[in-house]
């Protein structure tokens, strides 16, 4: 008697579901005008129905909350979805690369004044900004520099007051009292960018020891000649200024710290991001990739809610992407023992960001 019940009840059901598709079917086929189809107080875009669960309602969540006169084209929407997706996953990638023991020390004891040094702030539009140098951070500088007001465009700044902090009117975080630094790093947008780290280091050496384009002589005058005292194997022969290899040999010495505290501030050049940046300690709201720069800059602004106030600069072709075979030129002198150390010193700054490791230059 009971098992019957239950039978009739599963054909009502069933019966009902059926009339409910039907109904929904012949809505979708009287609406081929592409403007969408009615269903209770919900307008369905044609486009939209091929979204996913999540990308639906990541699409609520946009709309509604984040930025209520904000209509996103389906596009756009997609775009920021994958983009939002890959932001996530490299903080993920982060967190657990930071909990990792195996890798060494990543974490800092404190966020030490050296690293506050690092960060810029724009109190205005509560944004901090960790320097990476030698991965385009002049850029972002004169961004933050128009935002805070010192200037009304980019193209006003110049060159020789982007790096002087007393008059560009962008206060490193060091600045602030303990209380004011943390309620900052607690509050504001944070964002650093990274590149992979050998191609880092090589544009380090290009631009301080071979080219220097700025006036800055003690790169070649001070501390070139004390890495090529301790690290050249034949120290007789000085000529040619400091070698790619002489520079890796320092780079990759344990001790590096005895000379990094001879040389101060200007180490920053080519120490690790995890020195830098205290990104295991600094919860980065975005990472953003050198290698990615056209899709990560104007994403950034947008998380950064400045897209509408200032944009970054123009990118010039080619120049964002990896090239190894200008790693593999700059490394070909140098020994495999060398390179091994150097990537020790390293691995942490390439498994934090998800670089993968230059396995073509160790055999
Ligand atoms: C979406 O991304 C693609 C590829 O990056 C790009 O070509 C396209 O212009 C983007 N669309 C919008 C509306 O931003
Ligand atoms: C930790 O790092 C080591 C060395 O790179 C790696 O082999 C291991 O899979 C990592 N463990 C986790 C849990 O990520
Ligand atoms: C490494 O460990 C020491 C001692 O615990 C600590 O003081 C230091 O900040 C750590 N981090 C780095 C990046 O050196
Ligand atoms: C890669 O680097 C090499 C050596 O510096 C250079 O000749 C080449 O033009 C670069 N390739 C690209 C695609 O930029």
Redesign the pocket.
């Known amino acids: 008697m009971h098992h019957r019940w239950l039978l009739l009840l599963a054909c009502f059901w069933v019966l009902f579901m059926l009339m409910i598709v039907s109904k929904f079917i012949t809505l979708t086929m009287r609406s081929p005008d592409g403007y969408g189809i009615r269903q209770g107080s919900l307008t369905v875009l044609p486009e939209l129905e091929k979204m996913t669960v999540t990308e639906a309602r990541k699409f609520q969540i946009d709309s509604q909350m984040c930025n209520p006169s904000f209509q996103p084209t389906p596009d756009t929407l997609k775009n920021m979805t994958l983009m939002d997706l890959i932001h996530k996953e490299r903080r993920e990638l982060l967190r657990s690369t930071c909990r990792n023991g195996s890798l060494g020390?990543?974490?800092?004891?404190?966020i030490?004044k050296f690293v506050l040094d690092r960060i810029f702030v724009s109190d205005k539009h509560k944004i901090l900004f960790c320097q990476t140098p030698k991965v385009g951070n002049t850029q972002w500088k004169k961004v933050l520099i128009v935002l805070n007001g010192a200037f009304s465009s980019i193209e006003d700044i110049p060159e020789n007051v982007v790096h002087d902090h007393d008059k560009n009117g962008l206060p490193r975080l060091s600045s602030y009292s303990m209380a004011d630094v943390q309620e900052r790093l607690n509050s504001y947008f944070k964002f650093l960018i990274v590149r992979d780290p050998f191609e880092r280091l090589i544009s380090a050496y290009k631009d301080k020891f071979v080219h220097n384009p700025r006036f800055e002589p003690w790169y070649k005058h001070n501390i070139a000649p004390v890495i090529i005292r301790k690290y050249r194997k034949d120290r007789t022969e000085a000529r040619g200024g400091l070698q790619f290899q002489d520079f890796v040999r320092y780079l990759g010495d344990p001790n590096h710290k005895f000379l990094d505290l001879q040389f101060g501030d200007h180490i920053i050049h080519w120490i690790?991001y995890?020195?830098l940046c205290?990104p295991c300690e600094i919860n980065y709201n975005v990472i953003g990739h050198h290698e990615t720069l056209e899709e990560d800059a104007p994403y950034i602004l947008r998380e950064a809610g400045i897209e509408k106030l200032v944009s970054y600069p123009a990118i010039p072709p080619g120049i964002t992407k990896y090239n190894q075979s200008k790693v593999e030129y700059y490394f070909s002198k140098v020994s495999k023992r060398d390179i091994r150390r150097l990537y020790d010193r390293f691995e942490g700054d390439f498994k934090l960001f998800g670089y993968k490791e230059p396995t073509f230059l160790f055999h």
């Open positions: 020390n990543l974490s800092h004891s404190i030490s690790t995890v020195d205290a």
